[in-house]
């Protein structure tokens, strides 16, 4: 007999992990029993009575639970929906159908049940359908559009009546768990003020023309990016097994079609991918880099570079892979910070400078002994010439004095006379010189000598494509060297940031940079992570800073917007430390009381001082801390609520977030301060990009605490 095909729908992996350990080991045993023989007289496959649908059967997992599945009356072809306690495996069989939406092509889970318990709908006026209606008190929602519009958004036709006479928002926000997700969340986003023939293009991610919809073919629908978003086939019991290891994770396995699109397309050069925080631009590039792996030839040298610019997030991007990729597509992927590739680039070709950083002691000494030669009648400060030589100097890649005579100085508040930059001049040639005695280099320099070296000795390099993750925190010169590492041409770069998360005071302009995104730019806006409760703080954080769309044009943020709806952030403030301390303390106890696993709360603090201050507070109460580290991954399997700093918890979410010491000096930073007012805004902006970051990376709520006198960012 021929195997038989199985589809997993998100509804099965919902319900498979509430189950009990043990019944989701059977479980596991019956999907790949049932995949050899779905008529195997110990399955007992039947129908069930008053279902909806002809197409739903039961299967036995083992006297008390049932499987609960779609068959399409042709083909071989089963879709696993539910599974549950008998009783309850049959109740929510009785209440659901499994159809293909006619305009959208998508396969979709309708409640029936919900549609039979809806009274009978008061008719309803468009200005498409019918006159404009008099009464202005009770005007529908979506008067605006038709009833074939509404359809096409991917609302069932069994909800038209209902979704048509909504009035307000609240009204359809009551539908978010009733309506399919593939039809509630382009409603919401028309609701929010969205383009309604842009939510058309971005949120179906296919154009199918007019009659091309057979609402009985379930194996072409599940074809579609619309149905990948919510069912997935199993090719191999492998696959299958390392799916429901981890039911939870549905990102392993389901991708919206905006992000899908992204992901598995063959582009005609770079791309550039942006969006707010949880819309899921690491998952796009993390799944854009199993695919692009996928598709090398199996006996091929090339490779996949994905970078970043923190280590900790690449140890992150590692474990994330390893959930997803093969063993041999894994050995197509070379995961790694971009320091940390110039360091052993460099190295393979005898690079006989040391780098050096802007703490370093060595550093240090050469700065200190070219400020001696600053012209004092210049009435410029130590803090001028460090902000002038990194923005200007430093980013520009400016070797010589007739370079800075020309160079732009946008953005600096100090203006400058071509006599004037000849003297500041002086002191940066002396920290050049000062640099070569000591055989020093700074890692901006490295990266221009890595290009050069690549440019210069005509190195072919091994790989493929690059992929760029958090690119907002790199500079010119690294994707001036990025775009000598790859040759151009299809699927060269893949670029994924978002310039309100810009933490290190850092910007790019990739037409400068001599890449091209033109026509090749995306932006994901619906957050999956964080409600929208927190995302309104977090915003708010933001507000009145204009972030960059990594190539000198502005990011817009009306068109940001979370799904999510829960509880307010917490915002608590307090006369002093122990105050603050001890209400911390109770908000866990409080958290851990209702049945929250210590693993899911996470406290961030500013500096790893005030971290190691409120872990100390909390070990001393007799609870179990894991300190997250500065440089590796976060391991899951250890017990303890996590700690950690701002730059820390980048790239990690957790159900609980505490941010906690957000006084006056700590947020912002008191050092992040400058004389240059254009200079001071960008540290300011920086400061609250960091503060945005921590408060996004709550996925249930968020708490900020405070003591003393509060952060100006609370006021």
Not at 357 to 382: F, I, P, V
Not at 412 to 435: D, H, I, S, Y
Not at 658 to 675: D, F, H, K, R, T
Request: hydrophobic residues 35%; aromatic residues 8%.
């Amino acid at each position: 007999m021929e195997r038989a095909q199985i589809a997993i729908s998100e509804t099965f992996f919902s319900s498979f992990a509430k189950l009990p350990k043990q019944q989701q080991k059977k479980v596991m045993e019956f999907v790949t029993k049932f995949k050899l023989n779905p008529f195997s007289p110990g399955i007992n496959l039947e129908k069930i009575q008053d279902s909806r649908s002809e197409g739903i059967r039961s299967a036995r997992i083992d006297q008390t639970y049932r499987g609960i599945l779609f068959k399409p009356q042709s083909g071989n072809m089963f879709m696993l929906l539910w599974v549950d306690h008998h009783d309850d495996a049959y109740d929510w069989a009785k209440r659901h159908n499994c159809e293909i939406h006619p305009s959208t092509g998508a396969i979709q889970i309708i409640d029936t049940q919900y549609i039979e318990q809806y009274s009978e709908p008061t008719p309803v006026t468009t200005s498409f359908d019918k006159a404009e209606s008099s009464n202005d008190k009770y005007v529908p929602l979506f008067a605006d559009y038709s009833r074939k519009q509404i359809l096409d958004l991917g609302v069932p036709s069994s909800f038209l009546d209902q979704v048509l006479c909504l009035t307000g928002v609240e009204e359809l926000e009551q539908l978010e768990y009733v309506l399919p997700a593939d039809a509630w969340e382009p409603l919401y986003l028309l609701a929010a003020g969205s383009e309604y023939d842009e939510l058309l293009s971005e949120l179906q991610g296919e154009k199918l023309q007019e009659g091309e919809v057979d609402i009985s073919d379930f194996g072409t629908a599940l074809k579609r990016n619309t149905s990948k978003r919510k069912f997935v086939l199993i090719d191999d019991d492998a696959e299958l097994e390392q799916m429901l290891s981890a039911p939870l994770d549905k990102w392993r396995v389901f991708l919206h079609p905006s992000q899908r699109y992204l992901v598995e397309k063959h582009w005609s050069g770079p791309v550039r991918v942006t969006g707010g925080a949880g819309t899921g631009k690491t998952v796009v590039a993390i799944h854009r880099a199993k695919w692009l792996a996928e598709q090398l030839p199996s006996n091929s040298n090339r490779k996949i570079l994905f970078t970043t610019f923190t280590k900790n997030l690449v140890a992150d991007i590692e474990v994330n892979l390893r959930k997803i990729c093969s063993t041999d597509s894994l050995k197509k992927i070379e995961v790694v910070n971009i320091d940390k590739w110039i360091h052993q680039f460099l190295k393979r070709h005898n690079y006989s400078y040391q780098i050096v950083y802007e703490g370093d002691r060595k550093r240090k000494h050469c700065w200190k002994n070219a400020l001696n030669q600053k012209d004092e009648t210049l009435g410029l400060s130590d803090q001028f010439y460090e902000e002038e030589w990194r923005s200007i100097v430093q980013e520009q890649g400016i070797n010589s004095a007739k370079e800075y005579a020309r160079a732009r100085r946008i953005g600096r508040g100090t203006a400058l006379t071509r006599p004037e930059r000849m003297k500041v001049w002086v002191v940066f040639e002396e920290f050049r010189n000062q640099l070569n005695y000591f055989n020093l280099k700074e890692i901006s320099d490295a990266m221009l000598d890595a290009a050069s070296i690549i440019e210069n000795k005509e190195i072919s390099m091994p790989y493929a494509s690059v992929i760029v993750d958090e690119s907002q925190d790199m500079g010119n010169q690294v994707f001036s060297l990025l775009r000598k590492i790859v040759t151009e041409g299809i699927d060269d770069m893949f670029i994924v940031g978002d310039g309100n998360q810009r933490i290190y005071n850092r910007k790019v302009v990739l037409s400068h940079c001599g890449i091209k995104v033109v026509g090749r730019s995306r932006k994901l806006k619906l957050n999956y992570r964080t409600t929208e409760e927190t995302r309104r703080f977090a915003s708010a954080v933001m507000q009145g800073t204009n972030a960059d769309d990594l190539d000198d044009g502005l990011d817009s943020k009306g068109d940001y917007i979370s799904l999510l709806h829960g509880e307010k952030p917490v915002i608590q403030h307090f006369e002093n430390l122990d105050e603050e301390r001890g209400a911390l303390i109770n908000n866990i106890k409080a958290l851990v009381d209702e049945g929250v696993s210590p693993r899911d709360i996470c406290i961030v603090a500013r500096t790893e001082t005030v971290k190691s201050s409120y872990l100390s507070a909390m070990e001393s109460e007799g609870l179990q801390v894991y300190p997250v580290s500065r440089n590796g991954a976060e391991d899951i399997s250890k017990p303890g609520i996590r700690v950690a700093t701002m730059h820390r918890i980048k790239g990690l979410e957790f159900q609980y977030v505490m941010i906690v010491g957000v006084n006056e000096g700590q947020v912002p930073l008191v050092y992040a301060s400058s004389n240059d007012p254009i200079e001071q805004r960008a540290l300011d902006f920086s400061e609250r990009a960091l503060f945005h970051v921590a408060s996004t990376r709550a996925i249930k709520q968020l708490f900020v605490s405070s003591h003393g006198a509060k952060s100006s960012y609370l006021l």
